[in-house]
């Protein structure tokens, strides 16, 4: 696990590098909106999402700067969520990564603006490079079929996006009120499996997985996406909240319906341990290409934050 903590932390090194490309600096009228963007943007985290499209892709080519916008903007639209997650309408959390959440650090109308303003940055990065890669094919210099990719990846994107919004919303909905197991499944497959699994289908997409590649991530994605949320949920109940960087306890407070409400603590981690070795059985057919990935699916499993 040692090793897999080492290679995360050098992946994570290399985003923030990325992401400190895309930080706006200039003097302007909105300069505290843009600070308060650069705030949540670069307060940490594990980067798991664009670490997910970098490590996929690698399965199948190695030049990495090729997918780094996607990563980018992947991050930027999850650190959109997290903003409007903490507000005071819908978690009203005072912490996120041991710091104070947006709205607390400068106000609510800023935190709204804030996020609004990484989920429109996304779709700037993304139309960015949807434009240069149209500018080569057209010059000659890339194949049509590259842009095509680059075009089903952005049409995933925006379904993903839409899918954790309506996950959210429904979690938030739900909030103390008896839901059923599908119900529940239907959460957590939206609000943090739509992006997980975008992640890994946009790696394998750009990377020229073909569609039984593409299939057997796919279905490694989709648990690994519930296997996050269910820790999650596990770690809502028993964490330690100096190493979590938040309150434990606030699903319960809150009413909300998680797996450890529905099936108890034990029953939810042997659940998260079936589903954890299913994922890696999925992508057995790749060998070492996927080691990493396996490497991830035991360290979502047993993470402490």
């Known amino acids: 696990m040692m090793e ?24 302007c009228l909105e300069g505290i909106l843009n600070e308060a963007m650069e705030y949540s943007l670069m307060a940490g985290g594990k980067r798991l999402r664009p670490i997910l499209v970098i490590s996929t892709y690698k399965i199948f080519k ?8 996607y990563s980018v903007a992947i991050e930027m639209i999850h650190n959109f969520s997290l903003i409007h997650d903490d507000l005071p309408g819908i978690d009203n959390d ?20 804030a996020g609004d303003g990484l989920l429109n940055y996304a779709y700037i990065v993304i139309s960015q490079d ?3 890669t149209l500018n080569e094919v057209e010059n000659g210099k890339k194949n049509y079929l590259e842009f095509t990719k680059k075009l089903q990846v952005f ?7 839409d899918r954790m919004i309506a996950g959210e919303y429904v979690d938030t909905e ?26 890994v289908r946009m790696g394998a997409i750009l990377g020229g997985a073909n569609d039984d590649e593409l299939k057997k991530l796919t279905s490694y994605a989709e648990k690994i996406g519930l296997a996050f949320q269910i820790k999650d949920d596990i770690l809502s109940e028993i964490g330690d909240e100096n190493i979590l960087g938040k309150p434990v306890g ?23 341990d079936k589903i954890t070795k299913e994922a890696i059985e999925n992508i057995e057919c790749f060998g070492d290409k996927a080691e990493f990935l396996k490497e991830l699916a035991l360290y979502i499993k047993n993470r402490n934050k």
Not at 94 to 113: P, Q, S
Not at 155 to 160: D, I, Q, W
Not at 254 to 271: A, D, N, Q
């Open 4 to 27: 897999v903590k080492e290679e995360l932390k050098k992946y994570q090194e290399k985003i923030n590098r990325e992401l400190e490309k895309y930080l706006r600096k200039k003097e």
């Open 250 to 272: 606030n699903d319960k407070e809150h009413g909300k319906c998680t797996y450890v409400s529905k099936y108890g603590l034990e029953k939810s981690k042997e659940i998260l």
């Open 130 to 132: 949807l434009k240069n």
């Open 62 to 69: 190695g030049d990495v700067e090729k997918c780094l916008p």
């Open 174 to 199: 739900y909030e103390g009120k008896d839901i059923t197991a599908g119900d529940l499944e239907y959460i957590h497959e939206n609000k943090t499996g739509a992006l997980l699994k975008l992640c």
């Open 94 to 113: 005072d912490f996120r990564h041991g710091k104070l959440t947006n709205h607390k650090k400068y106000n609510e109308a800023t935190a709204i603006l």
């Open 155 to 161: 049409n995933e994107f925006t379904n993903a996006v």
